[in-house]
């Protein structure tokens, strides 16, 4: 049984997308557990470049099945929008993408509530993609929300949708919005709807049926683990579990039935977005990080505050996840400093943490302890050999593993599939058997 989880060890985008890529043709499923179109995940092969924000990036190997899981809030029009994008890049979908009948559907008006609470926390807003997320995982747990498969009993479903409607115009009228016209908002939403039903399936069964036979399944996680909404900078986080046990919820897999992870690392750190982030840099380092990193949000396009690596963070991730190893990713992107530091522990409120404290506040008044390494001031872009990186980029990467507790199977020099070191006898190298 080979069924392993991706899953992102620090605020999201560290190059989740890149190392689906690269492992998807070893495995006969790539499945997505959680999130919706917030994702943007961001896939190089030669001169192309594929973002993939709701479909699993394993879509991108025709002899990929792809599944959207029932724990993933799914935007009809996005996910529309997403296959015609592919079809126009010789992608064809149909036949091997499925998306659950018990995923929640992401309507009108969770865009219009999203916006409108933003715009009222103000200078405490979240910073959310704006997609409508956090408001499409509320009803899910409110128990009025509106799943893919409501859309083969349209009847049922328009009472339910009218229902709804009613009821959070009443709410963005209370908030001084404009409420949505029921009618066209309706139709609208129904037109979009309708061409998801082919795909929809019993996920969980069918996933279960295939690993039953032998099948293998690569689960792709979206965010990272402290976007997490029980474990990231609450309430800083996204509305989901982007940490691997959400993998079992999310598709229906038995925990029991995992049996790997992976956990993604940015060689430095990255947030877009409000909310903590100890090892922020505010001055010319951290502008240098964003322009070589080119650190721009694939969604929104807004740039990603910078800093450096921040082992308790990571540490912190691997603990949770249960990570067999890591993908250490963008390392090229340090080529240049002189010096490179890594977060060890935090100094606040005159203790030393070495785990993450309780609390945004807290976290917030964090201030790192540093450990300096040198830099190896030489190109490492492209390269594909462990024995061929700079002694300091190999002492950089270990002392890493060392802070954080698990091996860096996977290391990434550039944003193409070609650009990437897998480490012999890794557990990665034994899931690409
Ligand atoms: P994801 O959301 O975790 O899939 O990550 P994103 O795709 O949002 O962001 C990662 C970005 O870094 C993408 O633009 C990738 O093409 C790029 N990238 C991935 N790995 C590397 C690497 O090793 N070096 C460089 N320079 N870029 C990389
Ligand atoms: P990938 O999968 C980075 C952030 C948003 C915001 C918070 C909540 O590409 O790594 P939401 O719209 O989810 O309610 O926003 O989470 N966020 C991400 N940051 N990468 C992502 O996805 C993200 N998805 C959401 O910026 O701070
Ligand atoms: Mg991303």
């Known amino acids: 049984m080979k069924n392993v989880v991706i899953a992102g060890t620090q605020w999201g985008d560290e190059g989740k997308g890149k190392v689906v890529d690269i492992l998807a043709p070893h495995f006969d499923i790539v499945a997505r557990y959680q999130g ?30 792809c599944v959207i899981g029932n724990g993933v809030v799914v935007e009809p029009r996005a996910f529309n929008t997403e296959l015609q994008e592919l079809r126009e890049m010789g992608i064809e979908c149909e036949g091997r993408l499925f998306v659950s009948s018990r995923a929640h559907l992401i309507l009108p008006y969770h865009l219009a509530l999203d916006r409108a609470r933003e715009e009222r926390l103000g200078t405490n807003s979240v910073g959310t993609t704006m997609r409508g997320i956090g408001p499409a995982y509320e009803d899910k747990a409110a128990r009025i929300g509106i799943r893919a498969g409501d859309l083969l009993y349209p009847d049922l479903l328009r009472e339910k949708i009218r229902t709804n409607i009613e009821a959070k115009n009443r709410e963005l009228v209370s908030m001084h919005c404009e409420p949505l016209d029921c009618d066209s908002t309706l ?104 322009k070589r990193g080119n650190e721009y949000g694939a969604v929104t396009g807004r740039p990603r505050r910078t800093g450096w690596f921040d082992a308790v963070v990571v540490r912190y991730a691997v603990m949770l996840n249960g990570f067999d190893a890591l993908a250490l990713t963008k390392l090229d992107v340090l080529d240049e400093f002189d010096e490179i530091r890594i977060s060890t522990a935090y100094h606040c409120r005159g203790e030393l943490l070495t785990d993450i404290p309780y609390g945004a506040n807290v976290l917030a008044e964090c201030e790192p302890v540093y450990e300096t390494l040198p830099g190896w001031k030489t190109a490492t872009n492209g390269t594909t050999n462990f024995a061929d990186l700079p002694a300091a980029a190999k002492a950089y990467v270990r002392r890493v593993e060392e802070l954080c507790g698990a091996p860096a199977a996977l290391i990434s020099t550039g944003p193409d599939r070609s650009e990437t070191i897998i480490r012999e006898d890794s557990p990665v190298s034994g899931w690409m058997k």
Not at 36 to 65: M, Q, Y
Request: aromatic content about 6%; hydrophobic content about 35%.
């Open 36 to 65: 919706g179109h917030n994702a943007g995940h961001t896939v190089r092969i030669g001169d192309r470049k594929f973002i993939l924000r709701l479909i699993p990036s394993g879509i991108l190997h025709n002899e990929c099945c």
């Open 187 to 290: 139709d609208d939403f129904l037109s979009e709807a309708m061409r998801l039903k082919p795909f929809i399936r019993d996920t969980a069964t069918m996933i279960n049926r295939a690993t039953g036979d032998g099948k293998s399944v690569l689960i792709e996680g979206a965010q990272g683990t402290m976007l997490d909404v029980d474990h990231g900078t609450y309430p800083f986080v996204t509305s989901s579990n982007a940490t691997a046990g959400g993998a079992a919820i999310g598709l229906g897999l038995a925990p029991k039935k995992i049996t790997g992870a992976l956990g993604i690392t940015k060689a430095y750190t990255t947030r877009v977005g409000g909310g903590p982030f100890p090892t922020e840099l505010l001055d010319e380092q951290g502008a240098y990080l964003q």
